[in-house]
């Protein structure tokens, strides 16, 4: 038997499409929040291997390229949440009656949840 024919495809075919593209840079996001939470588990392990551990782990904290990279994470973070947050109305479909109910009244929500969560989170971070 002869096998099918397969057109040949490039290894750059999603950069050809905005569309391909910005699904791409959105999952690359991804990775940026995966490195932030090894650092996280990290972080805690060295506050539970004593005080020594801890201190170390905060000087390394304190170089210019963690905060580059924290900064990076941040960024990445909310780029992910957002676009995340917009394609709400496309996996959730919900409808009154014969009409869909508009993107705004599913969307806005969850920018209000997030902002009063981080509200919450800043208040209690700052507070002494």
């Known amino acids: 038997m002869s096998e099918a024919y397969r057109r040949p495809v490039s290894d750059t075919w999603w950069l050809k499409n905005p569309n391909y593209r910005f699904f791409m ?65 496309k996996a959730v479909v919900v409808r009154k009656g014969e009409e869909k109910i508009p993107d705004a009244f599913l969307i806005t929500p969850n920018y209000v949840g997030w902002l009063t969560i981080s509200v919450i989170i800043f208040l209690i971070a700052t507070w002494s």
């Open 25 to 89: 840079y959105r999952e690359l996001t991804a990775v940026f929040v995966l490195a932030f939470l090894l650092v996280f588990l990290y972080f805690l392990r060295q506050l539970a291997s004593g005080p020594e551990a801890y201190n170390a782990f905060l000087r390394r904290l304190s170089s210019p390229w963690s905060f580059i990279f924290h900064t990076a994470a941040l960024v990445a973070a909310c780029f992910h949440s957002s676009t995340w947050f917009n394609l709400t109305p």
